[in-house]
């Protein structure tokens, strides 16, 4: 049987600013799967043009959730032929603006 060589996961990589790193979870809270990138986001699949969606097509929700108080979606893309999880934590920025509202 022959060894396979271990990928290296570079060539994914996607640039996610820190102030997006507020949250992450090794694995996803619900399915348990590994992710692979995670960022906070305002709204899910936004902005349009950044890479951490990956390609129109290539992009599969797998499951939502909330833990801690903080919503996230859970989703897959396919970059160069390879699955890759990811997770988006969902600001909730609506939620402020309706309490302020109410006060
Ligand atoms: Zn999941």
Redesign the pocket.
């Known amino acids: 049987m022959k060894l396979r060589k271990k990928d290296k996961p570079e060539s994914h990589a996607v640039p996610i600013p820190s102030e997006m790193l507020a949250n992450w979870a090794p694995r996803?809270p619900?399915?348990h799967?590994t992710i692979h990138e995670q960022a906070t986001v305002e709204r899910f699949g936004e902005p349009r043009d950044w890479q951490f969606w990956g390609y129109p097509g290539s992009r599969w929700r797998?499951?939502e959730g909330e833990t801690g108080g903080k919503r996230f979606v859970?989703f897959r893309v396919d970059v160069n032929g390879r699955l890759y999880g990811r997770l988006a934590w969902i600001r909730p920025a609506e939620d402020k603006a309706m309490q302020e509202a109410l006060l």
């Open positions: 996803c619900v399915c799967e797998r499951c859970h």
